[in-house]
């Protein structure tokens, strides 16, 4: 989740800020970067954001249709092989994206992929996918995209970022981030698995073409993102939806509240007719409900795709207020997490991609 606010919102809450977080406190408070660099690119994403454009309007399904081809897809996903890449990926010090053991984890990341692809080829004895970094000049850590071909040049978007940060020692301070956003990378990474179980899909047969992302400097303003939409916008390039997963993997609080085990489709932000698409995808394919809730700013890559003209939606892993407060510090570990409730992500990110990978007229 973004580390920082805008800077209207940050200049209004300054009285408000604290040197150290309290046992109280949540997670998206503002909190002011305390270094020139980070300054000069929170400076850049306020502008770049400022230049937002109308967001193209698509028309999407009104029914959930493929179930009996996505159904197989889901028995793929595995909790097991999520957890296990989840505690692999939370060993690097800090992925920090001006690090370098945050370059190293994008490069670990795209090998995984790679992996998945490889493994995927070997079953199907051809698979049209294929993985590149995109390098940002800026700063030493790469994004991460993974293309899925399809017969049309309309692409449907599926994004986590990969960096993480500690917000008392950005550059060097211990950062595990497994739940922000270990496990959102890794939820989008089983369901890039899970897809290319398909062989239509990974022979690139479906009509649209389906695109993974994993986002270098989210928690610098969105970064990656903005660099990777703002690409696309000057390419012309036709991307139809944006689902962004960024927190997936934390209940505790939804538990201890008395309530149940849900996932919290962001309202705020987003594409209206998106979103609601999105809920459909959850009602047919996840074993728990979806609850409405709000950021309450532009907190998350879905952002940028948005800023940039391209349909998005967010889904974080409850309500906001039951999100994890242990995060951008040592204590966001994988004991925090549930890899169950990272499938459950990952159950909508198959059928999201599935079906709008398969819908013609978009």
Same mark, same amino acid.
């Given at each position: ?5 805008? &800077? ?22 503002? %909190? *002011? ?39 197989? *897809? &889901? ?14 990926? $939370? ?6 994206? !001006?690090?370098?053991?945050?370059? #190293?984890?994008?490069? +670990? ?29 800026? +700063? ?21 970022? &990969? ?29 890039? !698995? ?8 990974? /022979? ?9 992302? +994993? ?5 610098? /303003? ?10 696309? !916008? ?8 944006? *689902?962004?997963?960024?927190? %997936?993997?934390?209940? #505790? !609080? ?12 962001? $309202? ?5 007719? *998106? ?17 409405? %809730? ?28 039951? %999100? ?23 159950k909508m990110v198959v059928g999201f991609a599935y079906e709008l990978g398969f819908t013609a007229r978009l």
């Open positions: 989740m973004k580390f920082s606010l805008t &800077l209207s919102a940050m200049a209004a809450s300054t009285a408000a800020l604290h040197p150290r977080a309290t046992p109280g406190s949540h997670r998206r408070q503002p %909190t *002011l970067h305390r270094r020139a660099g980070a300054r000069r690119d929170q400076a850049h994403y306020q502008e770049a954001y400022s230049q937002r454009v109308a967001v193209r309007k698509s028309v999407f399904p009104d029914t959930i249709i493929h179930q009996e081809s996505v159904s197989p *897809l &889901l028995s793929q996903l595995s909790a097991e092989d999520a957890r296990s890449n989840l505690e692999e990926y $939370t060993r690097f010090h800090t992925r920090y994206y !001006k690090s370098q053991t945050g370059k #190293q984890a994008a490069e +670990w990341l795209l090998l995984k992929v790679q992996s998945a692809i490889d493994s995927a080829a070997a079953r199907h004895g051809r698979v049209a996918a294929s993985v590149k970094p995109f390098v940002h000049p800026n +700063w030493v850590q790469t994004s991460v995209i993974a293309t899925i071909p399809g017969r049309s040049g309309k692409t449907i978007v599926v994004g986590a970022h &990969l960096d993480s940060v500690n917000q008392f020692s950005q550059s060097s301070g211990r950062s595990p981030g497994a739940d922000d956003n270990g496990s959102g990378s890794m939820t989008i990474l089983e369901g890039f !698995k899970a897809l290319l179980s398909d062989p239509a899909i990974a /022979g690139g047969e479906a009509p649209n073409t389906i695109e993974f992302h +994993w986002y270098a400097a989210e928690e610098a /303003g969105l970064l990656g993102s903005q660099a990777i939409f703002a690409a696309y !916008k000057k390419e012309g390039r036709d991307v139809k939806a944006m *689902l962004n997963q960024d927190m %997936t993997g934390y209940i #505790q !609080k939804t538990l201890s509240s008395g309530k149940p085990e849900s996932l919290g489709v962001i $309202t705020d932000n987003v594409d209206k007719d *998106l979103t609601a698409f999105v809920k459909k995808v959850i009602a047919a394919y996840c074993s728990i409900p979806a609850v409405d %809730t709000r950021c309450g700013y532009a907190c998350s890559d879905h952002a940028s795709a948005n800023k940039n003209g391209f349909p998005s939606a967010f889904v974080i892993e409850a309500l906001m207020e039951h %999100t994890s407060n242990f995060i951008h510090g040592t204590g966001d570990t994988i004991e925090t997490i549930s890899p169950s409730h990272m499938i459950e992500h990952a």
